[in-house]
């Protein structure tokens, strides 16, 4: 859910993460050709002497360290350049989250009646559009509330259009007290009380 809503919310931020990865996996690559060629060379010649005759050997070290001080100061912005992106990311970590709670609330219906499901893509194509059709802001910490209060919004309208009436008291109920746990607004042994009742503890 996470790439999902930085894909469509900041599409450049998701390109540049992809592609610092291609580079990377591409860096990871000719280092391992080299090394390759490296080995290939020095198993050719088992003799020292004939290891330092061998122009050709001598060349792909000399490219090797030049490739190899390239890979390192691009490895190095790389990661400057992720960790950045990545600390933007985590700024919308409770989007993903609250995507979280309300899917695995609405998979628990199945246990109220196996007619009750619903897949990961209808879901995901859901939340797609809350994050295409909500308010936008600047504020990330607005723009998250605004997100999170509209894809509920939209799943709980959704889901009931397809919940036999007596069962919706019941869907609002366990919405809103997983809502509530997500966000540490719901103490365990006060809900424990409210579904069983009094313990017998003194």
């Known amino acids: 859910m996470l790439n999902l809503f930085i894909a469509k919310e900041m599409p450049d931020l998701q390109k540049k993460k992809d592609e610092i990865i291609q580079r990377n996996a591409q860096a990871a690559k000719t280092t391992r050709d080299i090394e ?20 050709e050997l001598i060349d792909v070290l000399a490219e090797a360290k030049i490739t190899g001080d390239e890979i390192a100061l691009r490895m190095k912005e790389s990661k400057v350049a992720e960790e950045e992106i990545d600390r933007t990311r985590a700024t919308f970590r409770p989007v993903a989250f609250r995507a979280q709670v309300l899917f695995f609330t609405i998979v628990d219906l199945a246990v109220i009646d196996p007619m009750y499901q619903y897949s990961l893509q209808w879901f995901s194509n859901l939340f797609g559009v809350s994050v295409d059709t909500s308010q936008k802001s600047n504020d990330p910490d607005q723009r998250i509330e605004i997100l999170n209060n509209h894809f509920t919004q939209a799943l709980y309208d959704n889901v009931c259009r397809s919940l036999f009436e007596k069962d919706k008291t019941l869907f609002s109920l366990k919405l809103t007290v997983n809502i509530m746990f997500g966000d540490n607004r719901m103490d365990a042994d006060e809900l424990r009380f409210f579904l069983a009742g009094p313990s017998g503890e003194v």
């Open 36 to 55: 390759n060629r490296i080995l290939k060379g020095l198993t050719k010649n088992s003799e020292i002497v004939k290891i330092l005759e061998d122009d």
